[in-house]
């Protein structure tokens, strides 16, 4: 079961333009929304991550906006670079260690 | 910080070995520790969940007796894929979470270890 739905599998974007990534989760017990940038050959790094008691946080060119009636996140990742192109991974978990992971998103960012 | 560290980066094993992989908390105490493992353009696979000083937690389907997790001290955690098969190749990535001293939800990933079994 499929329990944190990531979309689009792919994105491309313009150098300067806004990326969006979306997400959308079943389990309402889950409490922390990280998203993970991976490069090819590495490990994810975490990038931002929120809590279902705002409902946006930015940092920097990112910001996650949160749905929590809709269970849906997003990632938008503005004035996106080349640098931006990865892959991105929302996840969702809670208390218990039970992190799950969307499908990912390969962005790339042409110059 | 919260660096996570993984040996080795690559290993090419024949079939039928034995290939220990080390994951290790640089600079903070991790409790427990995570197994993934990721094949070429999917996402991560949680195989099983490692606490310090007790069993691991597989997944449902990740043979325990093929993926021995052994979790000695708050800094390290192994994984050693047993008798080893082509199949067995992938990407295993390690992540670690915080005892204390920061945020304790985040998993912190170790830069993965490439497998190839010939």
Redesign the interface.
Known sequence: QQQVKQSPQSLIVQKGGISIINCAYENTAFD?F?W?QQFP??????LI?IRPDVSEKKEGRFTISFNKSAKQFSLHIMDSQPGDSATY?CAA?N?N?D?R????T?LTVKP | GAVVSQHPSRVICKSGTSVKIECRSLDFQATTMFWYRQFPKQSLMLMATSNEGSKATYEQGVEKDKFLINHASLTLSTLTVTSAHPEDSSFYICSAKRTSGGATDTQYFGPGTRLTVL
Not at chain 1, 41 to 46: C, E, F, I, R
């Open positions: 922390y990280p993970y050959g590495k490990g994810p790094a975490l991550a991974f978990s208390n260690n992190m992971f969307g499908a990912g390969r």
